[in-house]
């Protein structure tokens, strides 16, 4: 029947959508996450068990920084994480359904005080397509084609700034930053707007996820650039899964772009500054999920 109403009226079905989506906001509900916070019980499911070793990964690499940069902060999970643990937090997010649960979420754990941003980030300011909506919500256009070339997501039009932009002169008194990307596959375009966070002192540690065939109709051109300006830096990069923490060199990336195919799969890496010290590297290897 939806299918039907999809192709007979469009508008109409759309329309329901929207209506849908905006009671389901209304109506949202929240309960504890067993994490710490309270967090949408519709979205519960990412308090259990979602990238498990990568929530074990931000709750120790808090204890080594003081500001928070939550790139692509959805309903606020990360956030509340590190919200929880003391430090500073900005979250950037450019959908608009996400936005309305992520601001939600602060005022229902007592984090107004959490700096929101509704805007994407890419490598410059303009404004562009968000196409889909939800935890796929993406500037690429083909990425997750069949759930984001839906009839009934029709893209929005957001601003988009650069994290250089949204970072200057909120590092203060040596800070150290945690930058968590998750960009639904434009890794490389805010790198491209992010020389001044690459080039922070102390080095910012940061959590992306990068991928080099989910969710895409062919192998990511920028793969293995996007890793370059953190090797060119003397950053160390491990894989981050919920088996292992494993350590990846440039070599390792220019043969899965070359092949198009890991033997290691990984979607979300790590990134450690030369400047932290070995001992908290040694540390943070201990952590599992």
């Not at 996450?33 to 967090?39: A, C, E, L």
């Not at 500001?67 to 309903?75: R, S, T």
């Not at 772009?257 to 890496?269: K, P, T």
């Not at 790590?270 to 590297?281: E, K, R, S, T």
Request: contains cysteine; charged residues 25%.
């Amino acid at each position: 029947m939806a299918r039907l109403l999809v192709k007979m009226n469009p508008k109409l079905a759309r329309a329901i959508r929207l209506y849908r989506a905006e009671r389901a906001m209304e109506l949202v509900e929240f309960c504890d996450s067993g994490m710490g916070f309270r967090f949408p019980k519709s979205a519960m499911w990412q308090c259990r068990g979602f990238e498990s070793a990568e929530t074990a990964v931000v709750n120790r690499l808090a204890e080594y920084c003081q500001l928070f940069v939550d790139v692509g902060a959805n309903n606020g999970l990360y956030s509340m994480i590190a919200f929880k643990r003391g430090l500073r937090v900005i979250a950037v997010e450019p959908s608009p359904e996400n936005l309305y649960y992520l601001c939600r979420t602060c005022l229902e754990n007592g984090a107004g005080d959490v700096e929101v941003l509704g805007l994407a980030l890419g490598a410059k300011v303009t404004i562009l397509e968000l196409h889909g909506r939800g935890v796929l919500a993406s500037l690429d256009e083909h990425w997750a084609v069949e759930h984001n070339k839906n009839p009934l997501n029709r893209p929005t039009l957001v601003p988009v700034n650069t994290l250089d932009n949204v970072v200057r002169g909120r590092c203060v008194n040596r800070d150290r930053a945690l930058i968590k990307v998750d960009v639904e596959g434009t890794e490389w375009e805010v790198l491209r707007g992010s020389r001044e966070c690459l080039d922070m002192r102390p080095g910012a540690v940061w959590l992306m996820e990068i991928t080099l065939v989910a969710k895409r109709q062919v192998p990511n051109v920028n793969f293995e650039r996007t890793f370059g300006p953190f090797f060119e830096r003397s950053y160390r990069v491990y894989g981050v899964t919920e088996k292992s923490i494993r350590q990846t060199s440039r070599e390792d990336v220019a043969r899965w772009q070359e092949s198009g195919s890991q033997e290691f799969y990984c979607q979300n890496w790590m990134f450690l500054p030369p400047d932290l010290p070995a001992c908290d590297v040694e540390k943070l290897l201990q952590v599992r999920a």
